[in-house]
């Protein structure tokens, strides 16, 4: 008998092996057109962890703008390098064994470090009925996060500027 | 007429519109684009001055509680900040002022601009742009409900003081015959000077600012002003001092910048590098309106605690405006420059205004705002109007003699602001004269012109305060300052009459000099008529009218010196006798100077004088004190990181590793053993390689040190 | 309580299926004759030159800039857009000045001249 | 889906709730993922062929079957049979997954298709933002497969693919703002039960950019550049063959359909018609009936677009996307949230009034502009000749 | 939720770690872009997580990683545009040939 908890873990082991396994591609592919697809895979891992978490509208975000555009125009950028398709070279740099013991240090540390704090999880309740609806996440975008929804746009608008300055071909 | 009250945001607001429309929209098209201007600060000037009928009519209660809006401006979190606009008794007296002043330098600088004529300023939409910015910038001011909106406004204002002073920074050389590098040097220079200098003001006024909010949560100012607030504040102690103190001085930090009190008056004499009208405009009707009125506005702030007869932060005001009367004074008899002694005269006629301040009165200081003002900017523009009557002498000049035309191209002693190559202007620009006459009549403080009333207010003030006492203290010590001040202010102006008017020309282009048009000496009668009789608005046989339109706001308080003070002839009489004396003296003594004589002052100065003419060595002081020590400063340390420790460190190991292969060379080809010498060699390189590593430029390094450091600080804040 | 998701991952499941009992029965099916000419690079009978890698031209790259920049921008729209009815009116007004700050991004491309195609 | 539920709990009381919606869920996720593809593709390729060749003055398949009906079917069997090729110097992996992929990408758009009333797969609050996105999983298989393929042709193809989708996308992005904006939700059921009026009616210009981009994004003539056979062959699908080129081609036809079918949910009022209701089976067949009449014909005028229009140039294609349908969808979208704020437009009616007079006015002033724009460029045209000339 | 939130935590922090040395030991710019990318949904995990677990009434959580979605964009918009200016400069993308501040 699946119990809803079962089917959560089972969607969470899967989320999880998608992700992490996508995110040891990433790093570990020496194609990088693979790392890129790769990196898909994760985010579309996260895409799930999202969904699991009841945050319906932060999933079809993620899989919109990092599957669907920023995922693509990596893939651009990599396409247009031509010289790294063409040139097989080795993909790490000469400290990446610092790097990797130093990296796993943090996840150890950071693995203890959460496991210590005790977290103020809300109580059984208010986790049954999280707070979801896209209509209250635009009220509060554009009542008190007003500054920054607006400086959002401001940044896009910097950032695509710049990229238009540096990426045109003169 | 409460109808007006709503339109309070389009004061500011008229010129805010003119500036973005110009420079979005109308930035090609001069005329339009001055018109624009123009038309903006005209329909703020009409609100204004409704706004001033309505609070007129309505009584006691709309000048003390006036009128007030409220916007939620930064929604940020959980916080909301608001900004809101206010008016009341003192402000509505500002915006009888302000706006109007404003559109008379608009208008007469259409004029001075050359609008329309061959040497039309290049840059002249955007002047018009600056100039509506500053406008609406001190517009703001007088309207804010609050200090946030206050600062942002003084900041507009900064900013655009910056601007306008550096306006010829940018001079097209080209077009611009009569310009040389060395002035637009000094323009930028100019400009640069007077956002530093009253930056060091402003970022004191933001910290006082930033206090006041941590220790009230608001920056209201009727919300500040209430006792319960006040007195809290007194609790407080910062320094040593209550802290509602230190925020007081901190403002008036802020105060001294902007209105150019000693020490940071420097900028002011410097900002006449910019056209005229931003002068006037400057001198007259903002920049250094602002600190005076904010000072007025947040008053209750500097007596809270005490009486306002020993408030210390308003013994320091009336100690620092005392020092300015006598220091822009005494600096104003030695200047050649027409607009640089006017530009003196400002500071100690500011100083006039702290120390009426000081005194505890909101009222006589605002007065004499407002009264000088008007003969200010008349006596700037004035100024402007004689100035270009010589550049246009100096034109006419080399035009009618085609022969003397070289040389006169290079005459490069000709300057045309320089009032001791004038003279005898009465005869050439008999529409200017008079309204000059006017202007310095009330500056001096002759009865009955507007300075007489404003300046004699705050002198009885004193009087009267030293009478109470008797004693050796701050109010003789005003009293004191602001007579002899009376006297020197006689005597610069005697002594600028009489180079500029009188006499005999100095210089041809004098001789040949021309009355200004229309658009420029119309301005200067309506300001002449206001000199003339501004000051009745405030006469003491009058009722004092303007104490009750303007003093009931503190009330609430109940702190602030609101009281008038009754006409004191001996304080009338004295320096009525001095400026009449001054004035003579000064006179006398140039009525007949000629080009190139040793002047009057100076024979029997000497080295006083010289200590006058270089502005008592303040600049250079700074120049010592401060810039240099702060170049200096960068310098080493640049020089920390180039040349003397870090480099030189890297380029040792790199030395001592040459040295020691050196030393393994000769011992190489004296010894067989290679192995221990090479091992020595690989050890220096691989010590000098690593230290190196700091050094990769490898962004992958660096934040692989990043990493390891944070880990290192987690690791200490965990487990020490 | 199941993720309203639920269903898309069981039509996920049931999707990939599809190609792959589609790929898998026509593997069993189909003939396998490979011969290096059938297996070399079409090029309407021509030749290989070089390498698959020509230089891309970069104008490629500033569409999908664009792309990225107004979906983020959409993005931010759409909760304004289904909160619209309850929001008060200045809602609207900071609407405008986002899409006009998102406008001017378009207007900057265009005058640019980064969306010619040439 | 819940009443289909809770119908199986009741003719099996000793079924559990969650079993029953496992059921369900399989058997209708079975549907959309194998019956309807199949269905959907043999019908309309038929359908497509028949009205080309009306439109050309031709019979069509007319050997396979009566009226050549089964020719779909003798397509598929070609298709099994066919060699499967893999270039030589292909990335295998990639190579495979690109077409898996696009077949996934179309049918995941379908789990929130109201077909009926009361079927939908998942009626998710973010609904018509999932189709959206899941329309990036398209762009990506088109990039897998020109990139693996280590083909010129492929490559340029896959180029150009995703650079026409990126641009067209956002004109659909904002002409679907503009629907959420009138309907108040991104739910696809609820913008069908938002629309008492279709927003045909009260948005005609948001239908017109989103059924024009549409056409785009799924590559069909006047847009269909992404394989236009005389410049880049194929374009990103040239080096496949066999079963892999017909999940491509499977998954165009979905695309087909589903872009008919969102068109309808989101402008012609969905399933909505006279007597279609959840309340019935009757209801909801008609409701059914309605919904694939009303996509029918979308897909039929598509193909009537295709048989008249000829393929236009790319960069005519880009600058069609950019410089008229974006502007003109923003100026909507202003104009729109405009309408909805004027206080005095508070009963529906007046709301749909003022909703189609901003339409009327965005499409003038565009069409005013672009008037103004082509004149001033043929001026200047004519007067570069004259200079040349003189 | 049946899933312990220091699941989800340990996750987030692998994910992060990942992303870190990725970052770290590429020698390819749009590699190190590639590790960013997954550090800075480590993060979005996290904040979601926590809204979820902590303060589910409160969307301040989700509003954040909305941003964050947003400065990525931006982000690797603008970084792979130097990217791609750097490659046609310099004809590299390798992080260690790009030196131009090297000592």
Redesign the interface.
Known sequence: MLTNQMVQILVFVILTIMTLGGGLGVVSSRNLFHSALFLVLSLVGVVGYYALLDAGFLAVVQLLIYVGAIAVLILFAIMLSRGLMARRQHQRNEQWWIAALVVLLVFVVLLVVLGQVDWPVADEQALLSPNVSVGQLGQVLLGPYMIPFEVISVLLLAALVGAIILARET | MGFFFNLTPFVPLFPLLAFAVIILFTHRNNRLSSNIAIGGITLSTVIAWGIVAATIAGGERTRTEGWQLSIPWLPAGTSVLDIGLAVDGLSAAMLFMVPFVCLMIFIYSQGYMNLGKANQDPRYARFFAYMSLFAAGMLGLVVARDLLFAFISWEVMGLCSYLLIGFWSFRNRNTEDHIDEAQVDRAKKAGLKAFITTGIGDVLLLAGIALLYSYTGTLTFRELFQPETLAALQQQTLLGMPAVTVIALLIFGGAVGKSAQFPLHVWLPDAMEGPTPVSALIHAATMVAAGVYLVARTMPLFIAGFDYTSAPALYWVAIIGAITVLLGATIGLAQDDIKRVLAYSTISQLGYRMMGLGLGGVVVGIVHLLTHAFFKALLFLGAGSVIHGMEHGHHAMSHHAPGDLAESREDESFNANDMKQMGGLRHRMPRTVWPYLFGTLALVGLAPFAGFWSKDEILGEAFVGWQHTLAIDHHLLVWLAGTVGVFLTALYMGRQLALVFWGRPRHQAAAQAHESPNSRTVPLMILAGFALVGGFANAPFLGSPLHHFMADIHQASHLVNVAATEFNFVVAGMSTILAVTGLLAGWLLYRNYQAGQVEPFKRYLGPVFTVLERKYYIDEFYQLAIVQPVVWLADQVFNFDYRWVIDPFVNLVAAIGRWAADISGVFDSVAIDTFLVEGVARAFNAAGRWLRYTQTGRVQNYLLVVVVTVLMLVGLYLYL | MLSEFAFVGVLIVFASLLPIAGLGFAWLVRPKKPNPIKKSTYECGLETIGGTWVQFRAQYYIFALMFVVFDVEAVFLLPWAVAYDQLPAYALIEAVIFIAILALALVYAWRKDALRWS | ?EATISWLTTLIPQLPV?TA??IV??V???I???AA?VVLVVAYTYMERKVLARLQDRIGPNRAGPLGILQGLADAVK???????????A?RI?F?LA??LA??AA??V??VLPVAPGVI??????GI??V??????G??AA??AG?S?????A??GA?RT??QL??Y??PI??AI??V??AS???QLGAIVAAQDVPFLFTLPVAFLIFFVASIAEIGRCPFDLLEAESEI?AGFH??YS???F??FFIGEYMHLFSAAGIATALFLGGWRGPGAGEASILGVLLGFVYFLAKTTLLVFVMMWVRGTLFRIR??HL??FG??FL??VA?FL??AV??V??VPVLNSPTFRWLGMLAANGVVILVSLALVVLAARHSRSAALRGVAGVDG | MGIPLYWWLAVAAALFCLGLYGALSRKNAIGVLLGIELMLNAVNINLVVFWRYITPQALTGQIFAMFVIGIAAAEAAAGLAIIIAAYRQRDTVVVDELDMMHW
């Open positions: 889906m969650p919606r496992l869920y399989v209708y996720s079975a959309l993922a194998f593809p298709m099994l049979t066919k060699e499967d090729i893999t270039p030589a110097k990335d990639v495979n077409p898996m077949v996934v049918v995941l379908f789990a797969g998942t009626d998710l609050k973010v933002l999932y959206v996105a899941i329309g990036g999983l762009e990506l990039l897998m990139w393929s280590n083909n010129k042709f490559l340029i180029f995703v650079a990126v641009s996308e956002i992005v904002l703002i503009t959420v904006l108040g939700s991104m062959v040239t080096e066999g079963m892999k017909a999940m790319i960069d880009l600058d950019w410089k974006v502007p923003l979208l202003v949230a405009f909805l704020k």
